[in-house]
């Protein structure tokens, strides 16, 4: 075994003991992971997981923002601008890092906009000359917010910061994909407002939750706008992504059909695509763009061409029955002329041949093949069982007399059937 | 039983019984990827919860084109990517000492006489470079200019971190069968 030898050895024991392999998680592991992610989708604050704890957190909140209000009178004014903000403040930073890490996600702002709207009503509820305050509690948050592409504006915030103006989010169910992308689109929260969607190709809908699909690739920014029965709008925007979807095409040479040694040419006529699947149609693969391949065994198969854009969109393409059976066939023609010069030997190549000075089949398929030709006496005048031989029309270096000859082939094609045939041939005046 | 559509829809909504679903299904086989890639068990799992978490809040991102269950390999194959840079910093390197000339035995390697557990405390042996490179390029198919520029190292560096990486695996490899035809 070479050194090449063992590498590939040793790689393969790798890949096929190790690709698949599936180890146990125990159910501590389990349980360490689910308490890690309860606790991350906590600082996330998510709607749809609100729970107990989010109001204990809050009451928790109220509670230390009531007792440091008693215990240090002489700091009213700052209290709640000081103390009261500061869990949330770590809440935005945890989700600003990780609107980094993942850009364009939708849940970020609205986690951003519930906090600074829960932050305002705190300040409201503690005790004691708070209410002009709300706007310092605002102003941090706010300028954690400006990286945020996707944001939720309450139109009336500024004006009436008090009271609940309508807030927009948008859930998109995927952000990018491939044409035709089908996007369903959600607002939590805005049940009993009037939605207005406009999905930035020219579409819009009312409905509260619309399902969409984009047919033309491109970039579109969503919009939505809900209005509150008082009037007051409130906006939400998200991109969304589609990408083009290359087509896949190829066309099989035809230069195959008397010559079947050859490898059939795939020529890949695809568009828009940078990496390609052939499927052969006997279990053999290729990556190449324009493969040629040889099949082992003459028959029908289809072949798929699958070709992958950039972005991972996919088109695939299949012809069907490519090699049918014809491709194993033999024919004789029933006149020749031998050439009056000699004894040629009788090679032939049945493709460029057309002299018609050497009797022999026109084939493709042939596993096996014995030919014997006789004169009308029965005097066997040739026998060959080579495919790359005819008769010449010479029998021991003399030219036979021209007539009427009959020949008998046996032999088998590669597919296993059996071949018995028996004809005549005339041999011309020369 | 759920579908990996299903799964995955749930998961967006953050729904805590797909959420389960999702692990249940495919934290075996994800563990078995940070396996390969961790100094140990500990640090496998560390990984493997990363990369969950990291499942869990992109899960927007899988366009649905190509198996579920390859973005989910790619995604934990990323985190350990992440885990060996933030790594490369704390832990001293080895590469030169390790590195043993393999003699050469005269057969290959059978794969019955090997359990998965050998394999992965060879590979958790092997110091992190080597192993990365090895899984990138051997379990991965990443080639070397690709995983050059994933570790941001040099195209040579992966070309002959990953022979000497083969060199020491097959030596120990070898040792294994050894000490395995004296005890059984």
Redesign the interface.
Known sequence: ?T?E???T?????????????????GSD??G???R??DR??FL?F?P??FNIWYLAAAAAGLTVAGILFFTSPRNRAEVPGNQIPQPEMTAVAVNKD?TDS?QN?STTPEVTETKTASATVKAEAAPGGVTDRPGAINTPAGAAENDITVKSIGQNAASEPLTSAPTAFIK???????VPLHVRFTSPGTEGFTTVWSFGDGGSSSVNNPDYIYDLPGIYEVTLTVTDTRGRLGRATIKIEAWARPKASFEISQNNQLNDDDKVLFINLSSGAVQFLWNFGDGTFSTLSDPSYKYRQPGRYDVTLTAYSE????DSLTINDVFTDKASFIRFPNAFMPNTGGPTGGYYNQLTDMDNQVFHPVASGIASYNLKIYSKAGLMVFESSDMEIGWDGYYKGQICSPGVYVWKLRGTYRNGQQIVMAGDVILLNY | MMSDQNII?GC?????KA??VL?KQY???L??VC??YATDRPEA?DM??EA??RI???L??Y????SFKGWLRKVTVNTAITYYHRNLRHKHHTDIDDYVNAE?G????E?DF?T?ED??RV?NELSPGYRMV?NLY??EGYKHQEIAEMLGIDVNTSKSQYSRA?AI??KK?EDLAKLKGVYT
Not at chain 1, 172 to 178: H, K
Not at chain 1, 311 to 314: D, E, I, L
Not at chain 2, 12 to 16: A, E, K, M, T
Not at chain 2, 106 to 109: I, T
Request: proline share 0%; charged share 30%; glycine share 10%.
């Open positions: 075994m050194e030898e063992k590498d050895d040793l790689g393969n024991l790798f890949r096929n003991k190790l690709e698949e392999n599936e180890m146990v998680a592991l389990t360490r992971f689910m890690r992610l991350r989708e996330r998510n749809a997981r990780e993942r996600d998109a169910s995927v952000r990018t994909g491939c972005n991972g969109c996919a | 829809d967006i909504r953050h729904d805590r959420q389960q692990w934290s075996g086989y563990l078995g396996l390969r799992e493997l919860q969950f978490l869990y809040f992109n927007g991102e366009s649905g084109t190509g050469t005269s057969r290959g390697f794969e090997y998965a394999l992965y590979l090895f051997t379990i083969r695996l097959r490899l």
